[in-house]
């Protein structure tokens, strides 16, 4: 990856949510605690992947930029709360610069996953949102793990475009 701090946070949260996993599995399936791991660890996922796109997006776009521009980024986009899914990547992509998008998209969509990357981001983002809106996603470790994964790489094909 181009962005070494966005990198370091991807590989964080992968270890964590290798820890869940392995945390899951010693208790076992059964265990009363297990929903919980596996909803803070949507929440954790989730977030990465949020705050993975915005600070690609920030940190390319304040780079030897005047301390107001910082300013705005920080406050329109880092800060922002904005769920990471496609369309909101793409939309923001394409306010800063329309190849951008374009080269996002034919990056995506020449993945030879591009279908699953898309559907485990969306996965990801609507679990989050049934789970902070007060509902209770079913949703295991391994769903969260592999949409994470997924979800890691639609960042990667960002990284890549953008840096």
Not at 103 to 108: D, E, L, P, Q, S
């Amino acid at each position: 990856m181009n962005n070494d701090s966005v990198r370091h946070l991807l590989d964080s949260c992968d270890n964590e949510i290798a820890s869940l996993e392995s945390l899951v599995h010693g208790l076992g399936i059964g265990s009363s605690i297990v929903p919980y791991l596996s909803k803070y660890g949507l929440v954790k996922a989730c977030g990465t992947i949020e705050q993975a796109f915005k600070s690609i997006i920030s940190d390319k776009c304040s780079y030897r930029a005047k301390k107001q521009i910082k300013n705005f980024l920080t406050q329109k986009v880092r800060n922002s709360s904005s769920n990471p899914s496609y369309s909101n990547m793409c939309n923001l992509l394409k306010d800063f610069d329309g190849t951008w998008k374009d080269g996002f998209k034919a990056a995506i969509d020449a993945h030879p996953q591009s279908g699953s990357l898309k559907t485990s981001l969306q996965s990801l983002v609507d679990a989050r949102n049934e789970f902070a809106h007060g509902g209770s996603p079913k949703i295991s470790i391994g769903d969260v793990s592999k949409y994470y994964s997924d979800a890691r790489k639609v960042i990667e094909c960002l990284d890549r475009v953008v840096g």
